[in-house]
């Protein structure tokens, strides 16, 4: 194998996962500095990808999502076939083994999962205590390297165009990011948000609200309890949102891929929990407040709640949050 090997990752189909997976794309950089490092991943994840300084370029995989299209992996990895020394299979599915192995790359990295012999060369071990600290088991598969933490890189001058267009001011506002794509075990209630804004707007901040279009009915819901909060739902792009909310002052969050965005560019972050554990996917950001129940249910990883009370949420009230967003507002604000 050459001394500088072309590497292709077979990237995670979510936002945060995708964040956290910057985790292994810096430890292969250390293993391997002169290497090409491409990345297969759906398209929407490009804006992401391209604020990672470790990777050449995004191979865009066009297969719908969940979808196995055998065939279809079996033309596309017969593409590929003679551009790549190595492959490391992040996602845990048979099916997303299959282009590496049709592309005949000789080593082909991963957990062993849903039993991929012969699809994987290299099946690397999963220790128990890493098996749901996702960004600690995508590190894993570098076998070497320092972890470290995700950096994503910030565009200054759409970002300052994006806060003229808003009416916002760097460091003086604060982001909310109500949604999660995962489902409702994940998200704490509109009204509870819709309190954390009021009482920073009393306190002199402009509030904004993040999220997709699929949060629109969410964020619609807190800008109305919470009149004055800026509903930027639907309107901004990934890059958008990234740039946006590294001039935050602080962000609070659902444990979502927003969340990890935050914490990638340096925004401190109050991360509210529910169905999932702080302990497994915490925004890996230096000034961090993690505020969950620990109730026993919890954490149960489902998307709705599997008792039908969500009391991990519901009964997580607006001043455990709003203390929290405090204590992080009375440190120095980061550069």
Known sequence: MAESPTILVIGPRWVGDMVMAQCLFSALRQLHPDAAIDVLAPAWA????????????QVDLPLKSGALEFRM??????LLRGHYDIAYVMPGSWKSALVPFFARIPRRVGYLKEMRYGLLTDIVPLPDDVK????QAYFGLAQGGTFRT???????????????????EAKKFVALMPGAEFGPAKRWP???????ARDLMAKGFAVALFGSKNDADVTAEIATLAPGAVDLAG?????????LIAAARLAVSNDSGLMHV?????????AVYGSTSPHNTPPLAEQRELV?????????????????????LNTLEVAQVAAAAERLLEMPAAA
């Open 262 to 270: 935050a914490a990638a560019v340096g925004t401190p972050i109050v």
């Open 150 to 168: 995700p950096k994503l890189a910030v565009n200054t001058k759409n970002q300052a165009a994006l806060l003229g267009r808003f009416g916002l």
């Open 132 to 135: 749901r600290r996702t960004a």
């Open 235 to 243: 309107q901004t792009r990934l890059e958008d949102a990234i740039d």
């Open 73 to 78: 992996r079996r033309r596309f990895g017969r």
């Open 292 to 312: 969950w129940l620990g109730l026993s249910c919890s954490p149960c990883h489902r998307k709705i709640c599997p008792l039908g009370h969500l009391n991990c």
């Open 190 to 196: 509109s009204e509870r948000y819709a309190g954390v």
């Open 46 to 57: 490009a804006p992401l990808v391209k604020r990672m300084p470790e990777i050449r370029q």
